[in-house]
């Protein structure tokens, strides 16, 4: 059983940045596929970036070229930097994970291992 645990979220002004955090303990991530989701109030959860066992990483058109997801699989830990931040970037932000090394969709339901979430709030 993998657990997920995000850090990193908090309140920033528009244009700024922030970067994520994803904990991952109860197994090796060196052959999972781990991705970045968010959710705002009101809304379905959204794919924002995957990152594949080889390194091979896919994006949301939204964030391409503001966003960068990163593994460092000595650590078991995932990585969002997020800059250029925009108002519309704020939700709640999720790590996820899946036993699967070559998974590059952005589709949640095929994702098995979740964390609790971090906020992260963008004012203009």
């Known amino acids: 059983q993998v657990q997920l645990v995000e850090s990193g979220g908090g309140s920033v002004q528009a244009g700024g940045s922030l970067r994520l955090s994803c904990a991952a303990s109860g197994a090796s991530i060196r052959e999972f596929s781990m991705a970045w989701f968010r959710q705002a109030p009101g809304k379905e959860r959204e794919g924002v970036a995957v990152i594949v066992s080889s390194g091979s990483r896919i994006y949301v058109d939204s964030v391409r070229g503001r966003f960068t997801v990163s593994r460092d699989t000595a650590k078991d830990t995932l990585y969002l930097q997020m800059d250029s931040l925009k108002p519309e970037d704020t939700a709640t932000y999720y790590c996820?994970?899946?036993?699967?090394?070559?998974?590059?969709?952005?589709?949640?339901?095929?994702?098995?291992?979740w964390g609790q979430g971090t906020q992260v709030t963008v004012s203009s």
């Open positions: 996820a994970a899946v036993d699967r090394p070559y998974e590059r969709s952005l589709l949640p339901a095929l994702f098995e291992y």
